[in-house]
């Protein structure tokens, strides 16, 4: 419940920037600075996971969002909660879980996977655009995206290891490396990655 000084209660992170220190502390919250991904009826965009707790949390969004919608995010791969969006203002939103969760063990990262590989959400996007390999062009459609890497077909002339550029509207010029091909896709690398506001803003533009 939401009260006069829009904290929330029942396991709720708190969001009150003046609150007391041992509500800081409080073990049941973590805070936290996670890239998430935001699944709403309208689609998918990107996050920015502030603190958490068993019961929510709350985030920063980049689109308009209406309370009392439920919505999921995934907070890693494989990791996603469901939940209600119990308050909406600033561009940030409390959510509720339905159930409450386990939040060391959700955002734990999995054997062999990197942290950053954790904070990478993809997002399933086709659109339009082309790479350019040496000095040869040729039109593709992505299939996904992440601030790190991009799947694309056809793959064409690419091949592993191929340095490429992408070109999508919207974007600037990505440059990556090929890390695999097959059934005429690929999926590339990026060698910088997409900065996190950049790509937040594309998505909901281009979902």
């Known amino acids: ?28 919250h973590m805070s936290v600075f996670r890239v998430g991904k935001l699944i709403t009826s309208r689609g998918q965009e990107l996050c920015l996971i502030r603190n958490i707790s068993s019961g929510g949390l709350m985030a920063h969004i980049y689109s308009a969002q209406a309370a009392q919608e439920h ?26 879980f339905d159930e409450k969760i386990d939040v060391a063990d959700v ?19 086709r659109r339009r655009g082309r790479i350019r390999l040496g000095a040869h062009y040729q039109l593709i459609e992505i299939q996904d995206i992440s601030q790190g890497g991009a799947k694309f077909g056809p793959a064409g002339d690419a091949k592993v290891d191929d340095e490429i550029i992408l070109l999508l509207e919207g ?29 937040a803003a594309w998505v909901p533009a281009n979902r």
Not at 5 to 27: E, F, K
Not at 110 to 116: K, L, R, V
């Open 1 to 28: 419940m939401l009260n006069d000084q829009g904290r929330i209660g029942q396991g709720l992170p708190n969001t009150d920037p003046d609150a007391s220190a041992n509500r800081r502390t409080d073990q049941r």
């Open 71 to 96: 919505v999921e995010i995934e907070l890693k791969a494989g990791k996603t909660v469901k939940g209600l969006v119990v308050w909406s203002r600033d561009r940030k939103i409390g959510v509720q």
């Open 107 to 125: 955002l734990a990262p999995q054997p062999g996977e990197s942290d950053q590989v954790a904070r990478a959400p993809r997002f399933n996007i």
């Open 171 to 199: 974007l600037p010029p990505l440059t990556g490396i090929v890390r695999w091909c097959h059934d005429d896709m690929a999926g590339i690398t990026f060698k910088t990655a997409i900065p996190f506001e950049q790509l």
